[in-house]
């Protein structure tokens, strides 16, 4: 009886440990009910299942029963107070089961009782409790079981919990980085190892007790000092254990965030592998992919003024990114979000459209996927709700139908925006930082305004390197009045736009004093003049995004109307004022305004040269630095991309740390176990030295899982094991023990080569598994902590001859 009553006060404790560990997925006290409701049906059943002795089958397709029947109850209660609970409480109910995991790690937290979402921690509770109180009411080996299943259940919480950590305690000049979470698992891992423990020592209690009663012999007292050895070297391994992962947590959990299931199952991969369409944006400009129908939208109601593939709000320098962090993440979208405003209704159908990025407009209530391949893209679909863009991970392709039903907010002014007075977040090129001082703009949304209209008035469209062989460009047709072709490099990195600026600078140097002369000369098109105008507005203070998608109206830039083709893709810069909203701003540079050569070079007398015809005097070289995009089809990167590396790196430096952390229990009992062989082997007297190679023969058969000593004698305990020399090995002991006589050293190497050879015999004979078991088992530790007779001890003669 004190072994099911101890066992249900370790199970109901971890119960609710793991209740607290799972506590910020839900954040809510119909989670507390639905976990308690579990846990007593499981135990429940798990006692019934060692009281009638039932086929296993009917036990599983009782516990599975249950478990439905408590995820009816308490799983759906929105299908409850909704009054839906036939058929849809039902359904949701069932399907929980199979899909509810997958939802929950990929649905922001908390959850609460979302849909179905309960039925997953209902799940884990029940079956955990009902295997944790099954194994641990039953004796032997299998009570270890139970620890198995208090570590699914308390795996449940920190795996589908929060990206992000407990913050930081402090305790004076100590800081603790993660504290629940590090309480959470030394908890469970000192109740783990405390209720091992109990179960060793209380089975040997309990073995012991029944031989006396058999023989009427009881063993001698052990002393204090052995106690106190073996004692000390358990806590050690303990201290060790604990210490390790007390030690690892504040290098693993620094950055106050950690890598959970929804780390990796959320779309947060396939963006960081896919080419965002502000690095492929010139692509769209070639010859063969100008006139391309990308997809087609027909409209219920008002249509759109933008539809946006991709929001851009992180860069390094190099390239715009997508922004994603703990805050900043994608994820699944419920069947419907609370929106306000007034909502339009629009069909999308995919033509020559590719990669992950959906088209979308304004802020997303609803969206249905159609046709057959319909669920699929349902099931890939992600939407961020901070950028008002949505992804779908498997892809886009042709023929892919949708609805979206979304609210357009409403239109805001730049020139009536003000500044927020937030720092920039990319250290900008000094060129435009001394462009931007020339100009003398104020740090409001008028400011921001006439420094976006002057850059725009002095920039030159150009969407190519080199016009094609043989052959003209297709999109300068498109353009009215375009005063002709000049060369420009792609990619937005810095030095390609410190280039662009310090173009500007130059001229306008050139030409100062000139009257009428024309200061057009940065030429590019929408990619770097959106990251310029984004760098712009940081400096005057206002947080900036760069936007990849196309205008649905429009006087005088590209437009489409219901069939948006490649040249119809446009960027644009989104500015956010100091009441948080995000005003969209165009950039598209000037085109029928052409470069004023003949000023520039009025202003170098002192190197006069020929002038060149128009189509070739502004011809930028490619900056070395560039290799984002180019003028043809999209080509393999060349260079490493550190947000991957780093990612990766740091993946690797948290396994690694991980993989010491789990293995540190197990590196310790080995070298405990080498630390105890050495000192029986080099004990300074010889009959020590024989009686502890003799224990250490029974220590090897006993973790090998063969009978512990009790009260058999050496002789029939070699008789037992049945290795080669075991009886040599138990005369030869008992000879050392009680004959007095003076033992060799070299007699002593012997018998440990022989125990050696035993040891292997014993381990020959077990399958690589069990080998494994065997060299990590503390068996033979606990052996030692309840050993009835003492070294150097005077025992009986009975006592003398037992192991």
Known sequence: MTKQIVGSLYVAAMVALAGLAAWPIYGSVWFILAIAVSAAVGAG???????????????????VAASYMVAVAM????????????????REAALGFVTGFKDLATSPLPVGTYRNLLVPAIAVFVFGTFVAVRFAF?????????????????????????????????????TINAPIETAIGILGVLGGMWWLAWRARDERRQAIARAAAATGIRGAQQSTGAYLRRTGLAAAMVVVAVGAGAALTPLVTNSHTRDVIRSTVGPEVAIAQAQTPLTGYRTNFTNENVSSVLFSYTSTGTVPSRIRLATLGAYDGESYRVDIDAANL??????????????STVRFEISALRGIWLPTFGTLESVDFQGANGPDMADGFYYNEK???????????????????????????????????????????ESLITWLDQQAVPSTGAGLAEAIDRLRSRGYLSHALLLPEGDTAQWMSLLPDYAGFQSSAAGHSLARIDAMFTQLLEHESQVQGITNASLVAAIGDDEQFSVATALIAEQLGFPSRVVVGVRTSSDTLPACDGDCVASDLAVWTEVQDASGTWIAVDVTPQFTEPIDVESRTQRDPENITDVLPDEVTEVAPPDPDQHESDDSAPQQEETVDTAVVTSVMRGIGIGVLGLIFLLAPFLTVLLAKLARRKERATAADGAERITGGWDEYVDAAVDAGLVSPTIHTRQELAEEYATPAGVLLAAQADHAQFSN?????????EFWEIVAAERRAITQRLGWWRRVRAALSLKSFVRQLGKTAERGKRPTRRARSTS
């Open 330 to 343: 994608y994820q699944r979208v419920p069947s419907r979000l609370d929106v306000s405003g007034t909502t």
């Open 741 to 749: 006589a003076v033992i060799s050293e070299m007699e002593s190497d």
């Open 387 to 429: 950028s008002g863009t949505g992804v779908v991970t498997g892809g886009v392709d042709e023929g892919n139908s949708y609805v979206v039903t979304a609210a357009e907010p409403r239109a805001t002014d730049l020139v009536e925006a003000k500044s927020p007075g937030a720092n920039p977040h990319t250290a900008a090129p």
């Open 138 to 174: 039953v004796t032997g080996r299998r009570a270890g079981y139970t620890v198995v299943a208090v570590g699914a259940m308390l795996a449940f919480g920190l795996l589908f919990g929060r990206t992000s950590v407990s913050s930081p305690l402090h305790l004076g000049p100590i």
């Open 45 to 63: 059943i798990a006692v019934l299942a060692l009281l009638v002795k039932w086929n296993g089958w009917l036990i599983t397709l009782l516990l």
């Open 75 to 90: 799983g759906v209660p929105e299908h409850w107070s909704g009054g839906t609970i036939v058929p849809d409480g039902l």
